[in-house]
């Protein structure tokens, strides 16, 4: 057999490699465009401000649950349950693991999104998508009871990942020093 013939796949697959290699992405330190490495408290000021777009679309969608009678603006729903699927689509990607900043000893972290999340991403993963799916649902959904069970079930959805991956609200705790706080003095009001 030809040598050169069988040093021939070899030379080639070297040329390959060091084609794909060449053009492969920078290590992702020295890349733009990673902004989860190289601003990681941006892209959870971004996944902040989404959440609370999906919340602002997700208020209509809350209040047909506890309003009596006909359904209304039905087109707005399912334009906002729409918005909501496409949304959700995107949220897993929000997180990258270098996000995972929450600080449990922080009154104010800068992430309110638990370390479960980077734990079990598969399963944030499928219950984003779940949602999604459910958004995506509702939006296809007509009849008043039909929108109200969808709406349910969508809520369901947004507060089954939340149960698991965000931190609990506690709301403030009154002390012994706010009962005992001279508003009056505070704010400059003679007795």
């Known amino acids: 057999m030809n040598k050169s013939l069988t040093a021939a796949p070899l030379l080639l697959a070297l040329v390959l490699a060091r084609t794909f290699a060449a053009s492969a992405p920078a290590a992702p330190a020295a890349a733009p465009g990673w902004t989860g490495l190289a601003n ?23 209040t047909i649950t506890v309003q009596t009678g006909p359904v209304k603006n039905v087109d707005l729903l399912h334009r906002n349950a ?37 734990q079990s991403f598969d399963v944030f993963y499928q219950l984003a998508g779940a949602a999604s799916k459910a958004a995506r649902q509702m939006a296809g959904t007509s009849g008043d009871k039909p ?38 003095k505070a704010l400059g009001n003679k007795k």
């Not at 990681?40 to 809350?62: C, N, S």
């Open 82 to 118: 729409d918005t909501i699927a496409d949304m959700l689509t995107a949220v897993p990607h929000l997180f990258p693991p270098t996000t995972n900043l929450y600080d449990p000893k922080s009154q104010t972290p800068a992430t309110i999104a638990l370390p479960a999340i980077w």
């Open 40 to 62: 990681p408290r941006d892209v959870i000021t971004a996944r902040g401000k989404l959440m609370e777009g999906m919340e602002r679309l997700m208020e209509p969608i809350d």
């Open 147 to 184: 929108l109200r069970t969808a709406s349910l079930k969508l809520r369901a959805s947004c507060d089954a990942c939340h149960a698991l991956f965000l931190r609990k609200y506690e709301p403030p705790k009154a002390q012994a020093s706010d009962e005992a706080f001279d508003f009056d």
